[in-house]
């Protein structure tokens, strides 16, 4: 389970560098989070759909609830109970909630780095290169209570030996920088190949501040 993660500022020029994004005229990236837990609204890149402020199909970025809600769900947001903020690689195809988003709403969660809790204490995981990545993702357009709620859910695999070492049962999907387009590309062949468990020689992990376990906290210190 994936249920904490953090991101360094990352400004338009490191997007564009890594990606043909088309940020929004007159806004700032999105600042700094070091506590970043579901039902809190978090950046993605996606491609846009109609009648976006970017045109159709160029890669976007936009804010989407933590918590994928399915684009069949029609009651209020309080009578759900299902938990949809991770979607197991292996139930994609399958899953009522989450097989038609990972048909037609993948996405990328921009990050710097989650965390993971091994008896009671969390470690902070990251990759070595220091480099902010993306989580493989999903995303999806429901209508509540009479408003478009665009959510998402981030996509976890198998663990790595890093995650496996802390008796974690899963870990999020790293995306290689070279394979961003093709997981966002609807007509990829064979995306399910993407979701593997990233390489632990390219990842390292330490405490992390205890006080991020409660979700009000925030800041770089909580890093550890």
């Excluded at 039902?39 to 846009?48: F, G, K, N, T």
Aim: charged share 20%.
């Amino acid at each position: 389970m994936t249920a904490r993660f953090f991101r360094r500022a990352i400004d338009w020029s490191d997007y564009r560098a890594a990606i043909d994004l088309v940020a929004p005229p007159g806004v700032h990236a999105p600042a700094a989070a070091y506590n970043i837990a579901p039902s809190q609204v978090v950046p993605l890149l996606r491609r846009a759909p109609e009648g976006e402020y970017a045109p159709r199909h160029s890669i976007q970025i936009a804010p989407a609830f933590w918590g994928l809600v399915p684009v069949w769900w029609k009651k209020p947001l309080s009578e759900k109970k299902f938990s949809t903020f991770n979607a197991r690689a292996e139930t994609l195809e399958d899953s009522a909630a989450f097989s038609g988003a990972f048909r037609q709403g993948r996405c990328l969660v921009p990050a710097s780095g989650f965390y993971a809790w091994s008896d009671g204490a969390p470690f902070a995981i990251a990759l070595k290169s220091g480099d902010w990545f993306c989580f493989a993702g999903l995303w999806s357009r429901a209508m509540i209570e009479g408003s478009e709620f665009d959510t998402f859910a981030i996509v976890t695999t198998d663990p790595n030996g890093i995650l496996a070492g802390l008796s974690a049962a899963s870990m999020p999907v790293i995306l290689d920088r070279s394979n961003w387009l093709r997981w966002l590309d609807t007509e990829a062949r064979d995306p399910l190949a993407l979701l593997r468990p990233y390489p632990s020689d390219a990842m390292h992990g330490w405490p992390a501040n205890p006080a991020v376990g409660n979700v009000r906290n925030q800041g770089e210190d909580l890093l550890g």
